[in-house]
């Protein structure tokens, strides 16, 4: 099996024990960047995939001011 169908049948798997309303993301991240996340949601004792959504949801609000 190929690593992005490993990514893909994980990413699968962790989906269907979650909120059948909330809609699935899979990124690709360089290998540094990856790390670094990890390291971050360590130390903060939070998932990445927190992080990801949290970081998501200030862009997102960014944008929408300069409108």
Known sequence: MTPI???WNYAMAQ???NNPEDKKLLIRLPKELH???RL???ELNVSMAELCREGLE???QKH???K
Do not use: H, Y
Request: no cysteine; charged share 30%.
């Open 5 to 7: 169908n490993q990514d």
């Open 15 to 17: 989906g269907k024990q």
């Open 35 to 37: 790390q670094k996340l």
């Open 40 to 42: 971050l949601a360590f």
């Open 58 to 60: 200030l862009i997102l």
């Open 64 to 66: 929408q001011k300069r």
